[in-house]
């Protein structure tokens, strides 16, 4: 077993000597190279080297190399153990629902950044998501070194070409615009709607323009006008057939709700207008819905059912939005929701007669 074992590490050595000659261009094997290689092997040229093998007892045949023995305790309380390999595995889990990233543990989630404090400079008007911060991942790699060695990647900032931000900026003027502006100031609001209607490399300005859309609804519900621009500037949108608006459906429908069923949309007797263009646009969707089922079904149904109970509210404008709302989905959903209250609407129509007439003065007759 010895003179095996010693054949073995001489043959080793011998070859390893051999690729030194022959990396080295030499076609003759010096003695160098048997030194070197016997150095690079853990062998080397002292006696002391050489393995020593001892025969385990009550045996015949039976050898093993010698070496110290060493209790656990010592070797745990000498020794420090390395960390635990993490376990390997594949976990599912979703990356975005609907456009939205799901706060779960496999998901990083951005930093919160402090509120500016009173007299601080404004914020950028560009969208927050798309500005460069260049110094972000280093300083989290500082956080993640003091606290333990542990990085942390954050999400990579969404980028868009310096074009996408001036056009974000001129549609957000225009919407923004009181009155129409024209010459050298804001475009128009019909100019801006047959642009989103028509141009076919919006698709990553989507994620700021849907947003921006259903906020100066909210800002606006006291402006007819003003609404009848962001309506139009989303039937521009929803026209588009360049883009796909599936992920960010669900950002519009509650603003469109908001111009049908509001208790107060506008002044005077502008609102009607507001409502049947609404409605036309809940229109528009349930129409493209048709392609979509599957992503759309859930969401199109929350606003049946929200319409439906707005049909009985106490204020008229809220009642007829809901009903013009409804009609927008075609007659099965009529039947379904709008014939079974026909009673209940005759009700509401003879009372609204005989209120009619309770406040309606009397002629004077000289």
């Known amino acids: 077993m010895a003179e095996r074992l010693a054949l073995q590490r001489t043959a080793e050595m011998v070859d390893t000597a051999a690729k030194y000659a022959f990396h080295s261009k030499r076609s003759v094997l010096t003695v160098p190279d048997l030194h070197v290689a016997g150095g690079a092997s853990g062998h080397g040229d002292a006696a002391a080297a050489m393995p020593q093998v001892l025969r385990v007892t009550d045996t015949v045949d039976l050898l093993c190399r010698a070496e110290a023995e060493v209790e656990a305790t010592n070797a745990l309380s000498v020794a420090r153990l390395p960390a635990a390999p993490l376990e390997v595995g594949v976990t599912p889990h979703w990356l975005a629902i609907n456009g939205v990233q799901p706060a779960t543990v496999e998901n990083a989630q951005p930093r919160r950044t402090a509120a500016p404090a009173r007299g601080a400079a404004a914020p950028s008007p560009r969208p927050a998501a798309a500005q460069r911060q260049p110094q972000a991942g280093a300083a989290a790699e500082q956080q993640g070194e003091a606290a333990g060695g542990i990085v942390a990647s954050l999400p990579l900032k ?18 923004q615009a009181k009155g129409g502006a024209h010459g050298c100031g804001p475009l128009p609001g019909h100019a801006v709607a047959a642009s989103l209607a028509t141009d076919p490399g919006l698709q990553p300005v989507l994620p700021y323009l849907v947003p921006l859309l259903a906020e100066e609804v909210s800002k606006n519900l006291g402006d007819a006008r003003q609404l009848h621009t962001i309506l139009s500037a989303t039937r521009g949108l929803l026209s588009n057939a360049n883009l796909n608006l599936i992920p960010y459906i669900h950002h519009l429908l ?82 379904t929701t709008v014939v079974p209250s026909l009673a209940r609407f005759s009700d509401l129509f003879e009372e609204g007669k005989q209120t009619a007439a309770t406040l309606q003065k009397p002629s004077c007759v000289e």
Do not use: N
């Not at 969404?158 to 919407?175: G, Q």
């Open 158 to 175: 969404h980028s868009m070409p310096e074009e996408l931000h001036l056009y974000y900026d001129v549609v957000r003027r225009a919407l």
């Open 254 to 335: 509650p603003a469109i709700l908001s111009c049908l069923v509001a208790r107060k949309v506008g002044t005077g007797e502008d609102h009607w207008a507001v409502r049947d263009e609404a409605a036309s646009l809940l229109a528009l969707v349930a129409r493209g819905s048709q392609q979509h089922r599957d992503e759309l079904a859930a969401a199109l149904t929350r606003v049946q059912k929200t319409l439906a109970s707005s049909l009985f509210a106490d204020a008229l404008p809220t009642q007829y939005g809901s009903l013009v709302g409804l009609t927008a989905f075609g007659a099965p959903v009529l039947m």
